[in-house]
């Protein structure tokens, strides 16, 4: 009974848990309609669950690509200018065709971008994988360059888009649930099913732990962070499209600021080390959950705006703290402390070899 | 090569007060009893050898004195005092100086700073530079050691940052000194250098715990011997009047049979129908080099063959061996293998052509440690699969499960991580990968460095074995006896030189350290080109 109060404390995934129980309770006590979801007039789900759903999923699409970038060591700086490239890319596609609201264009128009972002993220792992650059430093001149390829491409201007299929992608229904969310459990699924029923998780995995052994072992590291690298622009320029939808307009200066900054916590909080290893989707998921239950939280409180960074700083300080090796190593001790009766506890054989 | 006549006997050493008595030390981890009831002094001016196989609580019982891990009952007396250390730095500070078997330096520092980390020489607030290089270059002086204070420490060797961190230990005036493991990475010369010192250290007093696999070792430098095993202790007995073969039943508590029968077994299928004519040439060599690692080599393995590598550490056995393997590229020369020309650029690529090769390196180039141990098994399989081609979940438990029991892995299953197991079966599970891609040539660099005298029983039993079944084998080994023990034919290198081929037809440790010492005399021994 006791070790299974520690194996769940013990879990990677109890304070983030932990945490976002008690966001929601914090919001519960605040707003007495918080959990409680109702069907609108249209079919469509409505409620504040629903919104973290819905508002996450940007975060969440990009997190999962970010996982895979930071378990082979990386990290993706240059998601959130991919967005707004993305971003920037669809709009001027539907807004210079003759038919705004028609399918066909926003459909062209999305695979151009999703098809630019991933020559992009194959540009950051070509430096990563054969230059050989820090991938710090390697996407960090696609950040600062990226925004500056938005512009080029929205000419400087604020493009307004007014599609009909196109302001579906971010804020459109499908039997009920908001598009953007299914996309966002699409991708997770589809992600886990091609890491966890290939071989490709294990590797990246084995990558991320040793890559000279890997090496040795005659692992391509090269190819897989290539995959890596434009797997997580792709995923940027598929919520980059959501923001943009969002919003009915591409902002090259604003689309997806900072969002990699939540993108990496998400993953961190959901257990992936920043040193690369072992990752989890399933921890992914729940750091973005939190994450987005923090930003309504902070409204549903009344947090003054100013406030707001701290705030969200407050809470991952102490999220973090709870999982950190310092805790967990001061959690065993206090565990094993207490140790009145075992002494049978040995291996029956001695380690010899005949 | 036990040597009978030890000159270091302890005879006084009994009256003299010990600077160190541990009583009854016990310590639990969750599930294990690491050390039970376990006894353990250590007089100044004495060398003290703490023996056991992996597993048998040596390094628990070193981190209990050095205030790594706490004690759960016992007393620790220093010096007549009781005390309890609560991290490393107290015993430090109180004269306990500890270098581990893996150095535990900063790489990016100069050998300067890693003499005088921690008591730098101040000056005007700031650090006296020149105090610091002209202290360090003193302690480094001590022992020998003519390197720039002011280099890198990373731009030496494996064995000079050893040194290193022994001058550290010494510049710390310690009263005793503890020294895990210290020679694993030293040729012979530099074992001599450590000795040396270490004997001085001991004529100034200091209390010596020396641990290390290598029994000729030990019997040369120790005065006394505690073995423990299975976290207890066994007996403490003094050097000179334990036999060798007492020590390793004492050790392993089993009657020592798995070596003796390997040694008979050698040289009777080497003298069967070893020179049948149709013995086919594998893997040749010509003239293979690559700048500033080796020079021209010519070097043949056989079908079936066991070729050792000999030569002292820094010979050119490791850099052969990753040119063969295809770790690191070639300069210049030819390699065939089955008389077509190979261009090998990556392990990758060796490993197509059916060539493993297994780093010495277990650690860092060997084993994914946060891994489990059936995907390490299959890593390399996989690897040439392609990520697209998973090997199915049954097959992977079932090659698992086969190699776990045919190399007899200690692990509680395949899920495991690698990183929990002993050094040894982490050599297996590394072992199980190479022999899963089912390899022409298996390349192995210092398969049983560091492990436990039953693993390498069973591994140099496993090469034998794969020998005969057709598998060629590239074995090296800092240890003469097992090279001896396994080769058919010894290659001997010496300064990146190959001096010497001969055929293994009752070659002695003697005959062959006079070849690897002399180099050319190896016209006077029986040489052969091979078959």
Partial sequence: MKDIFFKVIGHRLFWPLVMLVVLIAINVINVPGFLSITVNAEGNLFGSLIDILRNGAPTLIIAVGMTLVIATRGIDLSVGSLCAIAGAMACSIILTSPDPNNVGTVAVAVLVALALALVLGLWNGMLVSVLGIQPIIATLILMTAGRGIAMLITEGQILTVQSTPFKFLGSGFIYGVPFATVVAAVVLALVALLTRRTALGMLIESVGINPEASRQAGVRARGLLFLVYGLCALLAAVAGIILTSNQTAADANNTGLFIELDAILAVVLGGTSLNGGRYSLTGTLVGALVIQTLITTVYTVGIPPIATMVFKAAVVVAVTLLQSPTTNAALERWRSRPKPTKTSSRPSEPVVAR | MPDSANPLAPTEAVTTAPVVEMTDISITFPGVKALDGVDFRMFPGEVHSLMGENGAGKSTLIKALTGVYSIDSGEIRLGGESVVFINPAQAQAAGISTVYQEVNLLGNLTVAENVMLGREPRRLGGIDWRAMRRRAKDVLEGLHLHIDPNSLLNSHSLAVQQLVAIARAIDIQAKVLILDEPTSSLDTEEVAELFRVIRSLKERGVAILFVSHFLDQVYEISDRLTVLRNGQLVGEYLTPELLRIDLVQAMIGKELTA????????????????????????????????????????????????????????????????????????????????????????????????????????????????????????LALQADRGWFRPIPRKRQDELAASYIEALNIKTPNADALVRNLSGGNQQKVLLARWLAVAPRLLILDEPTRGIDVGAKAEIQKLVYSLAENGLSVLFISAELEEVLRLSNRIVVLRDRRKVADLVNDGLSVDDLLAVIAEGAADSEIKTGAAS
């Fill in chain 2, 259 to 378: 070596l003796e029968d390997l040694g008979s077994r050698v040289h009777a299928t080497e003298k069967d129908e070893e020179a049948d004519a149709k013995t086919v040439t594998f893997l040749s060599a010509k003239g293979v080099t690559r700048k500033g690692s080796i020079a021209p080599i010519d070097i043949q393995v056989d079908a079936g063959e066991v070729v050792g590598l000999a030569g002292l550490l820094g010979s050119g056995r490791t850099e052969l061996a990753r040119l063969i393997g295809g770790v690191d590229r070639l300069d210049g020369g030819q390699l065939k293998v089955n008389g077509k020309v190979l261009k090998l650029r990556t392990p990758r690529q060796a490993i197509k052509h059916q060539i493993a090769y297994s780093s010495e390196n277990r650690r860092a180039e060997g084993i994914v440690d946060d891994l489990s141990v059936r995907d390490n098994i299959i």
